[in-house]
């Protein structure tokens, strides 16, 4: 199987600044797989997503590659980034509040996503937007779609986001600290929908966060960062169980609970592959 | 949210005759002596006084020519003894078309400007753009009407230099030829403040999450730009807007008197240096009440572009 | 490396993101903004100051073999009709102005303020009184009201002044009143209440010294725009009276000799923009320097 998403030697260095952000970045994810992107705040791994999208802030230099299923994404122009935009490769953000239009109705937005994209009859995109708000957990999801987002908890605006991120069955979902902006409460139940929605559509996911408790219940490979860097990569069970670094294991050391109870966090069964 | 505004309106526009009439009132001098004259004879006057019912007590006069106004008749014109509503009849819809025509003008020329230079923030266009707004703002737009006609009128011959044209005396292009170049002046002022606001409700715009997001999710660029940022940018443009419509109104009396307009910016100029009181009376209070709908107007069009202002329909 | 050039979609991206070293730049280029504002008054200051003094009586003087002649040497500006030198009627316009528009301004400050402050540190009820009365004034578009106190009184310059001192006092009171809601609300005013300082000495040695950064940029903002109020209100007749000069008197009265002798409307016309760009350009850059969030009511 090849890799659908390889980085080589990626360096990022913001407009402006006097270092790289991050640099000799290299990872790959396979078709179906979950990797998790770990680190603190300033570890650039928000950085190493939006690298991923094309989506940097102008001025920003970029060096080394980024393959995503054979199309190289670093210096890319926009005409190509584009159509993988949203449809091979789709994000979830952090904030999801702050994503949607406040202006627009989610059923709104979510059909222009869908017409966007593809041919569809207003009534078609309508249709499948429907669905789709159903899956991710809306009740009576036909009302829903007049709702604004500022009518909307933070939870549901986010799973708004997911079923934008999926609608549109992408090989490759980048998840920036979805859960970061969520309720305790509201976390875990936003993990599970992600996690049933991945397996069943077989889509590959880079999940970003600094949460290793997420990392156990979503990943089955992790990369740690820390300034910028790679420390260690491996599979969820070997860096929870060996991890060889130092930093991974202040990491680790930080989770409440690790010691007490020791097995309980330790990732279950993880993702396919 | 509307009611709301409405309910407050309404004593806004109670105040606002109580100080026009009160106003008024208060100019030294008398009304009737002034009418028929210094060589008048005292017993004319008073009877004078009587017929313009200025002898009765002044709470009384208020209140019917308060009533006088609901009923649609503002008085007598002083000088000419004619129904002043006659008079403002024929010319509230030149004021109105030159106001309308200077507002789309303004906003048809200046939003998508100002969109532009947000758009190329910083490059020689947005500069471009701001140092004409920078200029279009610093330059009274009765100066612009006198540099137009010079330049289009007298030079060019392209628009008449002067007068008003009704589109019954010369079709609705001798009508639009009359009134372009005051219309463009009214409208070079207004066009000046919109382009940098909207240039910088777009800027902030532009940096928000939901654009980057609609980025990220493959929509094109115009698209992401017009309809979705604009949308967001318009609430603080059609606030600056509601606030310009002042600036608007105001300066239809400079330029009707420069394009010698039959208007009522034209009526309340003339009427001032005649001492034409109750005609002066009438048209502030028209303008009062047209700046007070304009706003309301605005405030709906807030409530619509804005959801959150909305009652949650669901 | 990532392509240098930018097109509409980049140019997206760089308006989401502006860096740092940007805003340095654009810093820099506000200061620019200032530094011409402030050459194009002082222009207009020495010309307003300078060449009254030089030809005392001048800008009434009528002289009918002069009349209507060309800008030229011994005669800067060119005359008017009446074979008045233009350059001195400018000077002496632009004293008038000057004196209108910034007496309007301190009027509306010291009143304006005032009412702000007080507004700003008085019980909400007086809070609310005054603001409703200040927001039906602030209803009346600016020229009408000035029309309408010149109804009451009469043209002239004294009154011009007051009548737009009138429409600016809202104005100066709305700002006075958020920058000085703003700063009572800070901890160190907060402290020194706790100490036992009392309200006049919070005041004037807390809030009035913050409020002061929006204060000027809306100051400068006035001083534009009541020059183009008392332009327009001489134009049509409602302002200063002849013989005063005042720049729009100048472009009213040459109205009728623009085909033949433009300059009798042009000088004035350059005169008025000169000074009102050289204001707007000082108002713009001062709002950069002092006041970044926008507390100021643009015009």
Known sequence: MSELLTIDGLRVRYAGSERDSISDVGFGLQAGEVVGVVGESGSGKTTVGLASLGLLPAGATVGGSIRFDGTEIVGAKESTLRPLRGRSLSTIVQNPATALNPAFSIGSQLTALLRTHRRLSKAEAHREAVQWLDKVGFLDPESRMQAYPHQLSGGMNQRVVIAMALSLSPRLVIADEPTSALDVTVQAAILTLLRSLIQDSGSSMLMITHDLGVVAQMCSRVVVMNAGRIVETGTVREIFTTPRDPYTRNLLDSLPGRHRRGAAVMPENGVTA | ?314 | MTDGTMNANEAVQAAASATPSRNRRRGLARRGELVAGAVLILVVLLIAVIVPLLEPGAATRIDPSKALAAPGPGSLLGADQLGRDLLVRVAVGYRISLSISLGAVVFAVIVGGVLGLIAATAPRGVDGLIMRILDVIMSFPALLLAIVVVALFGPGVVVLLFAIGIVYVPIIARVMRAAALETAHLAYVESARARGAGRLRILFRHIAPNSLGPLIVQSSILVGLGVILEAGLSFVGLGVQPPTPSLGLLLSSGRDYMSTSPWVVADPAVAIFIAVLGFTLIGDGLQAWLDPQKRTIGR
Request: hydrophobic fraction near 55%; charge should be positive.
């Open chain 2, 1 to 314: 949210m509307i009611v709301r505004r409405l309910l407050i309106a309404i004593p806004i526009l109670f105040i606002s005759a109580v100080i026009v009439f009160a106003i008024m009132r208060l100019v030294p001098g008398d009304p009737a002596a002034a009418i028929l004259g210094s060589n008048a004879s005292p017993s004319a006057i008073v009877t004078l006084r009587h017929q313009l019912g200025l002898d009765q007590p002044i709470t009384t006069q208020f209140f019917q020519w308060l009533g006088g106004v609901l009923r649609g008749d503002f008085g007598q014109d002083y000088i000419t003894s004619q129904s002043i509503t006659d008079e403002i009849r024929t010319r509230l819809p030149i004021t109105g078309e030159l106001a309308g025509l200077a507002f789309v003008v303004a906003v048809v020329v200046s939003v998508p400007l100002g969109v532009i230079a947000a758009v190329r923030r910083d490059g020689w266009l947005d500069r471009l753009i701001r140092g004409i707004a920078v200029v279009t703002i610093a330059v009274p737009d009765f100066v612009f009407g006198l540099v137009g006609v010079l330049v289009f009128a007298l030079g060019l011959s392209l628009v008449p230099s002067s007068g008003y044209v009704s589109i019954a005396d010369g079709g609705l292009a001798g009508n639009l030829r009359s009134l372009a170049l005051p219309a463009v002046a009214l409208a070079l002022g207004l066009g000046g403040v919109l382009v940098r606001t909207t240039r910088s409700a777009m800027l902030d715009v532009l940096n928000a999450d939901y654009v980057r997001f609609a980025r990220a999710s493959g929509f094109g660029v115009g698209t992401v730009v017009f309809r979705y940022a604009l949308r967001n940018a318009a609430v603080p443009i059609v606030t600056v807007l509601g606030l310009q419509l002042g600036y608007l109104l105001g300066g239809t009396v400079v330029v009707e008197q420069l394009f010698s307009l039959p208007g009522i910016g034209q009526l309340i100029v003339q009427a001032m240096l005649n001492r034409n009181y109750p005609v002066v009376q009438a048209s502030v209070l028209l303008f009062v009440v047209a700046f007070i709908v304009a706003s309301l107007i605005t405030d709906l069009v807030y409530t619509v572009l804005n959801p959150r202002l909305r009652k949650a329909a669901s």
